[in-house]
Nanobody, 129 residues
Framework: QVQLVEFGGGSVQAGDSLTLSCTASTTPGRALIGYSLGWFRQGPGRERDFVAS????????DYANSVKGRFTISRERANNTVYLHMTDLEPGDTAVYYC???????????????????WGQGTQVTVSS
């Protein structure tokens, strides 16, 4: 099991930028080989949706169409940290953002099988117009 802690949520204005970070920890001596780290979000009255993910080893990224070109995901292997840099934020980006980990090339698979992933507690992002 992987433990995840998110940082960086807050309230911003439309058009602003915001960066979220998430640090993953696991059993001492185990590395996150074969894992991806990523982000999901759940807006008011919505299901939890995939946002982006990155493979820990190779850095392969995947994005939801709704955030392509505005959000960038990256990771630091040395400290098992994943970042989500969000630009040109819109009110529709308002949601609780969850960090996730799983043994898949893309974490979009977890939209259908949440029980196969590890999840953080979530951090609120609010975008005002």
């Amino acid at each position: 099991q992987v433990q995840l802690v998110e940082f960086g949520g807050g309230s911003v204005q439309a058009g602003d930028s915001l960066t979220l970070s998430c640090t993953a920890s696991t059993t001492p001596g185990r590395a996150l080989i074969g894992y991806s780290l990523g982000w999901f979000r759940q807006g008011p009255g919505r299901e939890r949706d995939f946002v982006a993910s990155v493979t820990v080893t190779g850095g392969h990224t995947d994005y939801a169409n709704s955030v392509k070109g505005r959000f960038t995901i990256s990771r630091e292997r040395a400290n098992n940290t994943v970042y989500l840099h969000m630009t040109d934020l819109e009110p529709g980006d308002t949601a609780v953002y969850y960090c996730a980990a799983g043994r898949f090339q893309s974490l979009s698979y977890l939209e259908h099988r949440e029980e196969l992933g590890s999840w953080g507690q979530g951090t609120q992002v609010t975008v005002s117009s």
